[in-house]
């Protein structure tokens, strides 16, 4: 489907053009802006005229009155746009539709995301690319071609049953994250050939004006030409709570600005205008936008994280085993025995012995079940071995906003002029911003809530409004007029900026008396204001003025004269549960780091109250900018907080941290995070996040909490333990039989068991642990992050594979010297199948856990009830049958009591060594604060 296609089928169902708040503010169009601002101010007071007049305050006549004279200078304004037509001819048109069509094709549709869906067949492609897999189907093939069907069939099972797991399970967890999308249709307002029009975002194209007005997304990247008290969030962008002014520049640039989030003049992509309006040039739009910067650096390859790192390593480790052990077992039988093609049978059948065939799929239903618990935990995983990730975390990154905040402004604090706590502050506060008519702000609620929620101290009630002077972004103050019933006193209140409110002042309550400020009371003013704000706090200033009640009429010039009452302390406070969640990650040796983009003044005192130390003073985005690599990796080591930070740099600094041996999580929301969520080892994000940054996370949280976070850990560490517990186990287990082998390979005249035997021994002893993945894990195991190392591995299988061996050679001495099996081959191949099969079965709960089996620690009853039915299966076997097929034959009775001797000294044994190869073990990783052994 062309460019120009998707765009006529997008504006068929494109909403009609509306009339735009700013149809005004279009050269050629707009009125003057003298008639612009007594327009608006007529409008508002129409609107408080309206509602005094319904309620009975004000006569009908005497609002028509006071409005027919205000529309005198309103006429005589429009009077003089009529006689001055030459400031309306250079209209300004916009593009043509041809020339915008042309542009599309030049510049492609403004998509700065552009979503991948992984289908079916790459992603069985990804599934059938694992090494093991391949392994297994070339071992099958090899099977088959040598008409070993059996064998063929027993091995290619194997294979078609982990990837069916690993594809199935992917798909599901991808199913649910597309249900927590939003799918938004979005339009924007441009002008084309001189008449505005809503097209969709996509058919925006470089030198296109667009109109904005509160509420609207910026479509592109674009230099305002024409604004009026336009005020811009660029929280997804920046991270930073309250919202930016922007204004147009006063002389055209004469070449083109760099892209500066905190350039005035500028508006991206991704922002949105939370009041005023604007006429902007759209000068980039799709990949070219600085949204589209980011989004090329999501397109990049994701590094390899930790757990994609351990299984390779883990797979080439039993690689090069394989690599020694079957060549010389097949040398070894064939110039012995001299059967070259048996020698082949039985070597190949070593080799699969030696494969954690089994390990794909415990490996995906582990994370498959992991991913289950985690969603009712109100976690949704998105790429499932991002959640053995999750477990290993030892750093923790993440944004303030909505993370440590609230994400929502509340009055902290009501003081007076010298910064004491005063009520009376808040119930004048209370009366302004309940009473005012205009689009109330996140301060103004802030407010009104606060005076609620203090009702036995504050009493709004008592007040009737008189009139009121809307805000407006010069004057940045509002003010009502209102009258107190009870002590028949009118009052204006007014409420603004600081510095704005003390211009208006020239005296100030002290102690219950009026003073005249002097500059000693300014002193203190500005010092409180100031210290206020290096707290972090945004700062209302408020003062008041007794008026005449008769009058109906207020206007900007009654803001003269007042008395300053005090301040209002507005701040973006941590959640209660902020504070108790970073304490327990610490606790579970995860170390938090704050990147934000939002002011270091703020950021500080967040963390203060908190509870998280800096350690030391906050880096800034400045400095990181000017830091060289080997500077950066010392920095992000030894501080905690980092602030003003841009997209590229919360992502350099994850970056750096991985390099230095840590496994990072970061946790964030906007679309300035996306860069940060993908160079994370485990890609953190929310529901309510922006599109781009939940396409970028590993693992969506259904609720923005650092608690659910740490129940996410938990889980991971649980799905971590049960996928080593296999690879240790069967690993092990799998070399000792091999071990095994090649020693009596040596020394019998026969092979000491069947090609056949070997295959059903291993898939009994797979199955045997297909229920790993719902044991239960040790709580000392969950106390610190967990990580592949590979060789701890190595020595598993170094130190408890020769143990196993040791007690199979004792049971060929048993079965050699004692029921005189040197000329019964099959008797002594089916007392060591036998033997083998119970031995590594039952040894999966002496590995499973580092405190003694059965007494301090139980497995799962699942696990329980599989491993103890293969041992029965397997004692049954040689009466069964199925016993001809295999080649087994009845063992004599006095066996089972040997073996039972065998078994129990080989459990007590491997307890003793596995013990001792813990405490060696359980030894801190590099750059982890704690036992991480895997």
Sequence with gaps: MTDQTQLREAEQTAPQPQEHPLETGLPGLAPSEEFSRRLEHFAQKAHVLAGLTSSGKVRPFDAFSHLRAMWEPLASEGEKLIESPAEEKPAMVGLSAAEAAERLRRYGLNQAVVEKRIGFGLRLFLAVRNPLVLLLVALGAISYLTDDVTSALIIVSMAVLAVTLKVVQEAKADKAAAQLKRMVHTTATVLRDGAKREIPLAGLVPGDVVLLAAGDMIPADIQLLKSKDLHVSQAMLTGEALPVEKQAPHEAADSPRAKALDDPGLCFMGANVISGTALALVVSTGSATYLGGISAKLSEKRPPSDFDKGLKKFTALMLYFMMFMVPFVFFANGAFKGSWSEAFMFALAVAVGLTPEMLPMVVTVCLSKGALAMSRRKVIVKRLEAIQNFGAIDILCTDKTGTLTQDKIILEKYLDVYGAQDNSVL?????????????????????????????????????????????????????????????????????????????????????????????????????????????????????????????????????????????????????????????????????????????????????????????????????????????????????????????????????????????????????????????????????????????????????????????????????????????????????????????????????????????????????????????????????????????????????????????????????????????????????????????????????????????????????????????????????????????????????????????????????????????????PAPGLPGPAAA
């Design 427 to 923: 119930e004048y506060a209370g009366v302004n911003s309940l009473f005012q008519t205009g689009l109330k702000s996140a301060i103004d609620v802030a407010v009104i809530d606060s005076a609620t929620k203090n009702r036995d101290r504050v009493d709004t009630s008592k007040y009737g409004k008189l009139d009121e002077i809307p805000f407006d972004f010069m004057r940045r103050r509002m003010s009502v007029v209102v009258k107190d019933k009870s002590s028949d006193k009118s009052l204006l209140i007014c409420k603004g900026a600081a510095e704005e409110v003390f211009k208006c002042c020239t005296r100030c309550m002290q102690k219950g008396n009026l003073v005249a400020l002097g500059p000693e009371h300014r002193e203190t003013m500005e010092r409180v204001v100031r210290d206020l704000n290096e707290d972090g706090f945004r700062v209302v200033a408020l003062a008041y003025k007794e008026v005449d009640g008769s009058r109906t009429d207020f206007a900007v010039a009654d803001e003269s004269g007042l008395i300053l009452m005090g301040y209002l302390a507005f701040l973006d406070p941590p959640k209660e549960s902020a504070a108790e969640a970073l304490r327990a990650m610490i606790a579970h040796g995860i170390t938090p780091k704050i990147l934000t983009g939002d002011n270091a003044v703020i950021t500080a005192n967040i963390c203060r109250q908190v509870g998280l130390n800096p350690a030391g003073p906050i880096v800034t985005g400045e400095m990181v900018a000017a830091m060289d690599e080997h500077e950066l990796a010392a920095i992000v080591e030894e501080r905690h907080v980092f602030a003003k930070l841009d997209p590229m740099q919360k992502s350099t600094i994850v970056a750096a941290l991985r390099r230095g041996g840590h496994v990072v999580g970061f946790m964030g929301d906007g679309i300035n995070d996306a860069p940060a969520l993908k160079a994370a080892d485990v890609g953190i994000s929310v529901d309510s996040a922006v599109d781009v940054a939940k396409e970028s996370a590993d693992i969506i949280l259904l609720e923005k909490s650092l608690a659910v976070l740490e129940s996410g850990v938990m889980e991971g560490r649980k799905v971590f333990s049960n996928i080593t517990k296999y690879i240790r186990m069967g690993a092990s287990s799998n070399f000792g039989n091999m071990f095994s082998v090649l020693g009596a390979s040596i020394f019998l005249p026969f092979l000491p068991m069947l090609p056949i035997q070997i295959l059903v021994n291993n898939l009994l002893y797979d199955f045997s642990q297909a229920a790993i993945p719902t044991d239960n894990v040790d709580e000392e195991f969950l106390a610190r992050p967990r990580r592949w190392r590979i060789d701890d591995i190595k020595r598993y299988i170094l130190y408890l594979g020769p143990v196993s061996s040791l007690f199979d050679y004792a049971t060929f001495f048993v079965m050699l010297s004692l029921f005189h099996a040197w000329n019964n081959p099959t008797l002594f191949q089916t007392g060591w199948f036998v033997e083998s099969l119970l031995s590594q079965t039952l040894i999966v709960h002496v590995i499973r856990t580092d405190k003694i089996p059965f007494l301090q620690s139980r497995a799962s009853l699942l696990l329980t009830l599989t491993t103890f039915s293969i041992c029965a299966f397997g004692l049954w076997l040689p009466y069964s049958p199925l016993a001809g097929f295999l080649g087994l034959v009845a063992l004599p009775g006095d066996y089972f009591w040997l073996l039972a001797l065998i078994l129990f000294v080989y459990m007590c044994l491997t307890q003793v060594v596995k013990s001792w190869l813990a405490r060696r073990l359980n030894q």
